[in-house]
């Protein structure tokens, strides 16, 4: 008997063995892949997927649960405890800790709101390189890929390049910047080890956030420097991940200071444009950062981080090279960026039932693109929160920004006139929970009021409850008011969309003019959802919304204008924003975890959404609403799977569909990522990881603004070696 186990045993570790070796191969083969199978022009591609066979796609299925039937026919060998999420107690899953929600820790059972918490496990798991990628496995997050250093990421629909709905932190420090309304997302980045989780809040966040947490807000929490010391190495290559890494080092100095310091590297090479051809979008770019924190005395502990970073990346894009060309040309141009900041976090305990936190980070940034922009922004976050009485839990603060920016160069494409401007924001808000029934259920008020700098006041209020059925299920619904201010791209913008020969020769040119009098955009959402974990094995988070906007920006034409300068003379045709559309989205979100086995974890999601849109009678734009009705896919769906195949090798694998757009015109696309990873020693692993697995190529989204061109987010493979010491 002892012997027929030991001849399974050795069977099936050449069988694990040879499953390594061959996807060995195929990693390292992948750049000749890549060559080999340069992609056919758009058109072509289209036909082709057009006429996949039903039959390829039920092989691809069958091959795939036929792989995953073996693993599970294998014994079990003994290992090391795992971590994921429905290992846990019923009770340890329903009071998970979020801080984004209202500014203060609460548990999911509490929180009367559409939160999805990707855990450093999940990241780790994932395989990604960017958080652009990590933030796919979101329901309800729209995550596409523009070209190889773009992106255009949205919650609940209007995605675009300049998505502004949005708000993005990094440990509390918004990312926001006031120059478009959005983030830069190539350089948001840092050791994706030193992430402890990302809360992901789908719907409005502005009763604490403030303006422009619109359609959702994303919060970065690092770990602690206490949660890293030792070192650090991470090296890695691919055929598009060409070439990265990190070195870090943590420790204490003294007894009551932790610290942490780290560099990172990346290079990442250019994906094809339609043609097959390079796209010039390839980029690389160096960091370094740190992060202290200090117990300064029993009631008080001062965090202290920054970093700074170096680019260099390729642009491929379009711009209008002179008053007499008739069109906008093509051009693959490099830009340098740099950038970096400073943070400072005060955590001061008054007493077991009042606490404050005061935040205060200066960041500065140089981008030499289309714009050639810089910008310094004063960020200054004061909450206090305290439990006024037996049953309410109260935070109140204040927030103030001050953000200059300069542009030195002015070109017929893009321009900012005036080049230089400061603006300023004062804000406070207030925010009540009431346990209505004690550990049952709790109503939440509250509103922030702001005052910026294009609008004058703002007030978003917000009303949630959360009905604690049992400790297995929980109920809630909200009603908030949220608003997107204007940006400095919609105020102070100038720039040429196209050209024509007028009559007589005279050159005529479109041309964008920033409205001064912009208003704001204004949401108003209705929503409503159930948290569960009917079994010990599986939970269930679903999301259902109706959201009502106002005051949407469109383009509507102004008066010609004659000009001399540049010359020749030229007739411009201006157009501008005016806030005349208006409608509304509703949907739902789903997402699911399942732990199958003690070794075999399953995670789907899935997302429908509808858009409609209209513009006011006395609106003369043709485009608006094409745009933000067709740029959501309608349905998006996820399946994540872990497994735990033995002697520390783990499979992990995601599906991603996404649905058609309509405007831009993008057909539908599956994107497949897996990868293995062997775990040996103690805290060393190797990894091997393909990504868009089912095509040589396929475009995710064109830039409507004409600011980007798009290249094709083409099959990739790569080897990644972490060691922690």
Same mark, same amino acid.
């Given at each position: 008997?002892?012997?027929?186990?030991?001849?399974?045993?050795?069977?099936?570790?050449?069988?694990?063995?040879?499953?390594?070796?061959?996807?060995?191969?195929?990693?390292?083969?992948?750049?000749?892949?890549?060559?080999?199978?340069?992609?056919?022009?758009?058109?072509?591609?289209?036909?082709?997927?057009?006429?996949?066979?039903?039959?390829?796609?039920?092989?691809?299925?069958?091959?795939?649960?036929?792989?995953?039937?073996?693993?599970?026919?294998?014994?079990?060998?003994?290992?090391?405890?795992?971590? $994921?999420?429905? @290992?846990?107690? #019923? *009770? /340890?899953?329903?009071? =998970?800790? +979020? &801080?984004?929600?209202?500014?203060?820790?609460?548990?999911?059972?509490?929180?009367?709101?559409?939160?999805?918490?990707?855990?450093?496990?999940?990241?780790?798991?994932?395989?990604?390189?960017?958080?652009?990628?990590?933030?796919?496995?979101?329901?309800?997050?729209?995550?596409?890929?523009?070209?190889?250093?773009?992106?255009?990421?949205?919650?609940?629909?209007?995605?675009?390049?300049?998505?502004?709905?949005?708000?993005?932190?990094?440990?509390?420090?918004?990312?926001?910047?006031?120059?478009?309304?959005?983030?830069?997302? $190539?350089?948001? @980045?840092?050791? #994706? *080890? /030193?992430?402890?989780? =990302?809360? +992901? &809040?789908?719907?409005?966040?502005?009763?604490?956030?403030?303006?422009?947490?619109?359609?959702?807000?994303?919060?970065?929490?690092?770990?602690?420097?206490?949660?890293?010391?030792?070192?650090?190495?991470?090296?890695?290559?691919?055929?598009?991940?060409?070439?990265?890494?990190?070195?870090?080092?943590?420790?204490?100095?003294?007894?009551?200071?932790?610290?942490?310091?780290?560099?990172?590297?990346?290079?990442?090479?250019?994906?094809?444009?339609?043609?097959?051809?390079?796209?010039?979008?390839?980029?690389?770019?160096?960091?370094?950062?740190?992060?202290?924190?200090?117990?300064?005395?029993?009631?008080?502990?001062?965090?202290?981080?920054?970093?700074?970073?170096?680019?260099?990346?390729?642009?491929?894009?379009?711009?209008?090279?002179?008053?007499?060309?008739?069109?906008?040309?093509?051009?693959?141009?490099?830009?340098?960026?740099?950038?970096?900041?400073?943070?400072?976090?005060?955590?001061?305990?008054?007493?077991?039932?009042?606490?404050?936190?005061?935040?205060?980070?200066?960041?500065?940034?140089?981008?030499?693109?289309?714009?050639?922009?810089?910008?310094?922004?004063?960020?200054?976050?004061?909450?206090?929160?305290?439990?006024?009485?037996?049953?309410?839990?109260?935070?109140?603060?204040?927030?103030?920004?001050?953000?200059?920016?300069?542009?030195?160069?002015?070109?017929?494409?893009?321009?900012?006139?005036?080049?230089?401007?400061?603006?300023?924001?004062?804000?406070?808000?207030?925010?009540?929970?009431?346990?209505?029934?004690?550990?049952?259920?709790?109503?939440?008020?509250?509103?922030?009021?702001?005052?910026?700098?294009?609008?004058?006041?703002?007030?978003?209020?917000?009303?949630?409850?959360?009905?604690?059925?049992?400790?297995?299920?929980?109920?809630?619904?909200?009603?908030?008011?949220?608003?997107?201010?204007?940006?400095?791209?919609?105020?102070?913008?100038?720039?040429?969309?196209?050209?024509?020969?007028?009559?007589?020769?005279?050159?005529?040119?479109?041309?964008?003019?920033?409205?001064?009098?912009?208003?704001?955009?204004?949401?108003?959402?209705?929503?409503?959802?159930?948290?569960?974990?009917?079994?010990?094995?599986?939970?269930?988070?679903?999301?259902?919304?109706?959201?009502?906007?106002?005051?949407?920006?469109?383009?509507?034409?102004?008066?010609?204008?004659?000009?001399?300068?540049?010359?020749?003379?030229?007739?411009?045709?201006?157009?501008?924003?005016?806030?005349?559309?208006?409608?509304?989205?509703?949907?739902?979100?789903?997402?699911?975890?399942?732990?199958?086995?003690?070794?075999?974890?399953?995670?789907?999601?899935?997302?429908?959404?509808?858009?409609?849109?209209?513009?006011?009678?006395?609106?003369?734009?043709?485009?608006?609403?094409?745009?933000?009705?067709?740029?959501?896919?309608?349905?998006?769906?996820?399946?994540?799977?872990?497994?735990?195949?033995?002697?520390?090798?783990?499979?992990?694998?995601?599906?991603?569909?996404?649905?058609?757009?309509?405007?831009?015109?993008?057909?539908?696309?599956?994107?497949?990522?897996?990868?293995?990873?062997?775990?040996?020693?103690?805290?060393?692993?190797?990894?091997?990881?393909?990504?868009?697995?089912?095509?040589?190529?396929?475009?995710?989204?064109?830039?409507?603004?004409?600011?980007?061109?798009?290249?094709?987010?083409?099959?990739?493979?790569?080897?990644?070696?972490?060691?922690?010491?």
């Amino acid at each position: 008997m002892v012997d027929r186990q030991q001849a399974t045993k050795q069977t099936h570790s050449s069988v694990l063995e040879g499953v390594t070796i061959r996807f060995g191969e195929l990693a390292a083969e992948a750049p000749r892949f890549a060559t080999e199978a340069a992609p056919p022009a758009r058109k072509e591609m289209r036909k082709r997927n057009d006429r996949l066979p039903a039959s390829r796609c039920v092989s691809y299925a069958t091959g795939l649960l036929a792989a995953i039937t073996i693993c599970l026919a294998l014994p079990a060998w003994p290992q090391e405890n795992t971590s $994921d999420l429905t @290992d846990r107690s #019923l *009770e /340890d899953l329903m009071n =998970i800790k +979020v &801080i984004s929600v209202s500014k203060r820790e609460q548990t999911l059972s509490r929180t009367a709101s559409a939160v999805f918490v990707i855990s450093a496990e999940d990241i780790q798991r994932s395989g990604a390189s960017n958080i652009p990628d990590i933030l796919r496995m979101v329901p309800g997050m729209d995550v596409s890929q523009i070209n190889g250093n773009t992106w255009a990421i949205s919650a609940r629909g209007l995605n675009a390049r300049f998505s502004n709905d949005l708000l993005v932190l990094l440990d509390g420090r918004p990312v926001y910047t006031e120059t478009f309304g959005g983030v830069y997302w $190539d350089v948001l @980045d840092l050791p #994706l *080890e /030193d992430i402890a989780r =990302i809360e +992901v &809040i789908r719907g409005p966040g502005g009763s604490v956030w403030g303006a422009n947490a619109v359609n959702g807000v994303i919060n970065i929490i690092s770990k602690s420097a206490s949660d890293t010391h030792g070192g650090l190495l991470v090296a890695g290559d691919g055929n598009i991940d060409q070439g990265f890494g990190t070195v870090q080092y943590g420790g204490k100095a003294g007894s009551s200071i932790d610290y942490r310091v780290y560099t990172k590297y990346l290079n990442q090479g250019p994906l094809p444009d339609a043609t097959g051809r390079a796209g010039g979008d390839g980029w690389h770019m160096l960091r370094a950062g740190f992060r202290t924190d200090s117990l300064l005395s029993s009631k008080d502990k001062l965090t202290v981080q920054g970093d700074i970073y170096n680019a260099r990346e390729g642009i491929p894009t379009v711009s209008f090279p002179s008053v007499t060309a008739h069109s906008l040309q093509n051009v693959e141009q490099v830009g340098d960026m740099s950038g970096g900041f400073v943070q400072g976090v005060w955590d001061h305990t008054w007493s077991p039932y009042s606490d404050s936190t005061l935040l205060i980070s200066y960041d500065g940034y140089e981008r030499n693109d289309i714009l050639r922009e810089g910008r310094r922004t004063l960020d200054v976050d004061f909450q206090h929160r305290f439990s006024g009485w037996t049953r309410e839990n109260i935070v109140w603060g204040v927030t103030y920004q001050h953000s200059a920016s300069n542009s030195s160069d002015e070109n017929l494409t893009a321009s900012f006139v005036p080049a230089n401007s400061k603006t300023e924001l004062f804000g406070a808000f207030v925010q009540d929970e009431i346990a209505l029934v004690p550990n049952q259920l709790f109503l939440t008020v509250g509103a922030k009021l702001e005052h910026n700098y294009f609008t004058g006041f703002d007030l978003m209020p917000n009303a949630r409850i959360a009905w604690t059925l049992t400790p297995h299920h929980t109920i809630w619904g909200a009603v908030s008011k949220a608003d997107r201010t204007p940006d400095e791209l919609d105020t102070f913008a100038r720039s040429t969309t196209s050209g024509f020969q007028g009559p007589g020769g005279i050159p005529v040119l479109m041309t964008f003019i920033g409205n001064p009098r912009v208003e704001d955009e204004r949401l108003a959402a209705y929503e409503m959802g159930y948290r569960s974990q009917p079994m010990k094995n599986l939970s269930i988070d679903l999301a259902l919304y109706y959201n009502n906007y106002s005051n949407q920006e469109t383009l509507e034409p102004l008066t010609p204008i004659i000009e001399e300068t540049p010359s020749p003379l030229h007739l411009i045709l201006p157009i501008t924003y005016k806030n005349l559309l208006y409608g509304e989205t509703r949907g739902i979100e789903v997402a699911l975890s399942w732990q199958a086995n003690h070794r075999w974890t399953l995670s789907p999601g899935y997302e429908h959404e509808e858009i409609h849109m209209r513009v006011a009678p006395t609106s003369q734009d043709t485009t608006s609403v094409g745009q933000a009705e067709g740029s959501t896919p309608n349905d998006s769906a996820q399946l994540r799977s872990h497994l735990i195949l033995g002697h520390g090798v783990d499979w992990n694998t995601s599906v991603y569909f996404v649905g058609r757009l309509a405007d831009p015109m993008e057909p539908s696309y599956t994107r497949v990522d897996s990868g293995f990873s062997l775990h040996f020693r103690e805290h060393a692993s190797l990894s091997l990881v393909g990504q868009n697995l089912l095509r040589d190529a396929h475009p995710e989204f064109v830039d409507d603004s004409r600011t980007a061109r798009t290249t094709w987010v083409k099959r990739s493979a790569y080897v990644r070696l972490s060691w922690q010491f």
